[in-house]
């Protein structure tokens, strides 16, 4: 008998072992420094909120808790999954109910709402959290999503110009989320922008070069290249993103899916 030319398929045990999260090692200092600086998650909150269905909400990389906290959630119907300890004990003293684990783990459910806010890296992993957050979806509920697109906005374009991004133009990343949302359900898509605001360039790169980096394949001396290559760029940026007032205002963009499982 020929051999199977077919990849064998891995289980999901051996899936979730791909399942990382790696973070910078000043990663709370410089988030709550970027939160600082971006009205960020007060977009998404407001964007969410006319979104989100009357029940339960299980939020999968729930982070400091920065979103929940401004859609004043109630606590009875709101779970948090986390993997990093410090946001664990944070979203805790703030009262929330907590899974401290790594997903996909058992979460109990099903919910109305399951979020992935902003926790979608690479493909593999994206794809084994995007099905397990749909298994835990009520028949009546709903999956969304917020994530970036590798396209040429003024983000990325900003970090193509730098070097940092050679899929300039190319919309891999978008559209493959984009297919595999449409395959579970009714998908709608949403784009919502926030801003970065910063005194001067050197807070901009900062910021920027820190959220390039803030992946399990970013490392503190590509944020310190794309630093020094956004500082470089002075007229580049002042063109675009420089007020009149002398500040930066850099817009960052949000592409939201929401997959229902019904029509409602
Ligand atoms: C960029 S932060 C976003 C936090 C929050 N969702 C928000 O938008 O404000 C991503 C968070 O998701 C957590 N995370 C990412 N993947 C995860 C996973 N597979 N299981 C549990 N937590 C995860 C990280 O530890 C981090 O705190």
Known sequence: MS????????????????????????????YR????????????????????????????????????????VDQETYTAVECQPEFVRLLRDK?????DDLFPCQVGGPFTNVLLCYCLYGREQCELLIHAGWAAVAPSGQL??????????????????????????????????????????VLTTHVWTSYIYSRDLAELAGIV???????????????AEIYAGIMAERRYVDERFRTVAGDYRLPVHHHVFVVAKDVS
Not at 145 to 170: C, P
Not at 209 to 223: D, E, H, I, K, P
């Open 209 to 223: 070069s820190f959220m390039a980096t803030n992946s399990n394949v970013g490392t503190l001396q590509r944020r």
């Open 33 to 72: 420094e970027y939160l600082e600086a971006s009205d960020e998650k007060p977009v998404l909150a407001a964007g969410l909120a006319p979104l989100l269905r009357r029940g339960s909400l299980l939020d999968i990389g729930a982070g400091s808790g920065d979103v929940p906290d401004l859609l004043d």
């Open 144 to 185: 969304l999503a917020v994530t970036f697109r590798d396209h040429l906005d003024e983000y990325n374009s900003l970090l193509h110009r730098v070097g940092h991004t050679n899929r300039g133009g190319l919309d891999v990343h978008y559209n493959f989320l984009t297919t595999t949302f449409a395959s579970l359900g």
């Open 3 to 30: 051999p199977d030319p077919r990849p064998a398929r891995r289980s999901f045990d051996e899936l979730r072992q791909t399942v990382k999260v790696v973070k910078p090692v000043d990663f709370q200092d410089r």
């Open 95 to 99: 009262g929330y109910r907590v899974i």
